[in-house]
DNA sequence: TTGTAAGCGTTATCAC
DNA sequence: GTGATAACGCTTACAA
């Protein structure tokens, strides 16, 4: 492979001239600029960034350490990431955590070493040890999602306990009082909110929440298994809400187990939307969170904080999120008699005797 | 930041021995590894692995250019592809080219200067430059997804002659004649293979294709208006081949508009399954590619080539694709009067003796 | 078992 | 306008 001195004995000129050349860098005579670039050309030259970048102490590469690419909430965001970097001239290098702050902290000592300018972090833990560890590299993170304990990152999520708080709403205006909530772990800060949002939202209409808070995984298993045990209470609550998408996903094959179906014997409300291509097909009631928009406004924060020395103070954006109500959502039996079938995209049901 | 020097200097070794720690490289005494490692903990030394890589001319880094990894068939594959990499210690970048070869040419030509290690590429063309370019800098290349004219690298794809084929066997031995193809841009192996597919079908059946073969982008926009003009025809067809994911998600928005429902009115199959999370709400007949499965044979074809010296023969691999029927697909207009709703969701029926 | 010297490919600094 | 020199942080080759 050419390198800059093969480029510079071929062209005639000092290695130094042809970095001139390549990076457009003080003033050089419209000759010799030719001859250099013939010179290139003709070696089919491509530079080193990797010497470059050891030089410069700029990689320009950030990193996306997220818990699972293939949660369509995070590739959306994964999507804007990558615009907004790539339209900024930074690659992207992408890792997956499955929720494993041990492979979170692995990861981010390796992207220390990688020297990645830059750190997009969907953290495992709710005070992780890899923002310190990049903090302590003077390697800057911007916080994606989840709200952390640290103050040493700028921070880009959506409003977990107001999202909440709107969508256990929408079941009390239909008269549900039962309402059962499949949470996410102890000490992530949205399954955290999620559960407060509903619980706010519950006492403010003066109902009990006892024994109808569940928490597990953030996975399709664990909806599963927390809507097979609320759906064993007596009575059987009227709703369920999932705190994300795959928690939905699980609860509804919960539902079909049961021979349940929704919103004729239960409704079902969650977080999270459905990808956009397949919006098409979507039946559940959700509170959508922007995460195309997250992805470019946390690689806004990380390229501002790249490009000035001087240590501003981290900033919390909140993004707002945005109420769908679908099909999903029905009546409370005990009221259904009275009124028929308010808010539901389906056609109106059988009122129960 | 702490260097290799600085750590022997604490230690009171040469930067050499420091490395031969690091890399657990020749032999060590017991004590200078204890002086070292206490002198590396202490001064929170972070090797730099791009001096590294300049160095040992590797830079433990793969990258994965795909159309849009916003496809969830492209998301599966990105994840198999991070296990894989990660679990043999390599990082990858990420670039989306959104079928656009000049965006794809530029990624590659920066990954080149990044001195990535190999290439995993979903080609926008049939025949990239982009290969070429990389095969000239000695970078190689697995293709995903898609056969190309160029003989220099490895592919993992699937058949989808015969996945077309397979498909629109289920859609004749349910009596439909008039089968509509919604197929995706000329030139790129996976459109024109699975129109070809849809002909060898129809044609072993005795039936015309004409006026029946739509083209255009492998998009949602693009599998509307495909639809759309299909479903002028007269007479109309009794089935459409919607030829990937996004365009089947346009298709049913197009028969949405038209008040036509399926598998009532119409029939739809496609190529692509939904994500994994939603299988539950899938309705679509599809024939799915193992994605994540593709992605990991790639990564393990790429690191082959990357550990040996010796110019192996390129190879082409070819996973099988799944057929799965579900209740979109329902008996021709023609002949349900003969049979009922055979084919539906509900599981495979009597034979009728 | 440990150290010396040199170089990977680039660019900052200073000189002409 | 252009060039010589040194340095970024690390490791290969060769000594000791």
Redesign the pocket.
């Known amino acids: ?1 050419a ?3 093969d480029v510079a004995i071929r062209a ?9 050349v ?2 457009n ?5 419209r ?3 030719d001859k250099v670039e013939a010179a290139i050309a003709e070696l089919g030259y491509v ?2 960034v990797l ?2 970048s ?4 700029r990689s320009h590469t950030l990193a996306f350490v997220t818990t699972d690419i293939t949660n369509p909430f995070f590739t959306s965001m994964a999507r804007g990431i990558e615009d907004a970097a790539s339209a900024a001239g930074y690659t992207v290098l992408f890792c997956n955590t499955d929720e494993n702050a041990e492979k979170e902290d692995r990861y981010v000592q390796l992207l220390l070493q990688k020297q990645t300018d830059g750190v997009l972090l969907v953290p495992a833990k709710s005070s992780p040890r890899s923002v310190e560890l990049l903090h302590d590299q003077d390697t800057p993170v911007v916080v994606l999602d989840r709200a952390i304990g640290s103050l040493k990152a700028d921070v880009v999520r959506c409003d977990s306990v107001q999202g909440a708080f709107d969508l256990i709403r929408v079941l009390l205006e239909r008269g549900h009082q039962r309402i059962a909530a499949l949470g996410g772990p102890m000490g992530i800060s949205t399954a955290d909110d999620r559960i407060a949002g509903y619980e706010r939202a519950m006492h403010a209409a003066g109902l009990s929440t006892q024994d109808l808070i569940f928490r597990g995984q953030f996975t399709e298993p664990s909806g599963f298994e927390m809507a097979s045990a609320a759906l064993q209470l007596t009575p059987r609550p009227t709703a369920l809400f999932a705190t994300n998408n795959f928690v939905a996903v699980g609860a509804s094959r919960a539902l079909e187990a049961l021979g349940l179906s929704v919103p004729t014997d239960l409704s079902l409300v969650a977080f999270d939307d459905v990808p956009p291509v397949l919006a098409q097909y979507a039946f559940l009631s959700v509170v959508a969170q922007p995460a195309y928009q997250m992805g470019q406004e946390a690689v806004a924060l990380l390229l501002a904080r790249l490009g000035s020395e001087e240590p501003a103070p981290y900033r919390e954006v909140i993004l707002p999120t945005t109420l769908i109500v679908r099909g999903s959502v029905g009546l409370a039996p005990d009221v259904s008699g009275s009124a028929q079938s308010a808010g539901g995209t389906s056609g109106p049901q059988e009122t129960p005797g």
Chains 1, 2 share one sequence.
Do not use: E, W
Not at 25 to 29: D, K, N
């Open positions: 492979m390198t800059v001195r005639g000129v000092s290695p130094i001239t042809v970095s001139r390549i990076n860098t003080g003033y050089i005579s000759t010799t600029r530079p080193n010497a470059r050891l030089r410069s102490k």
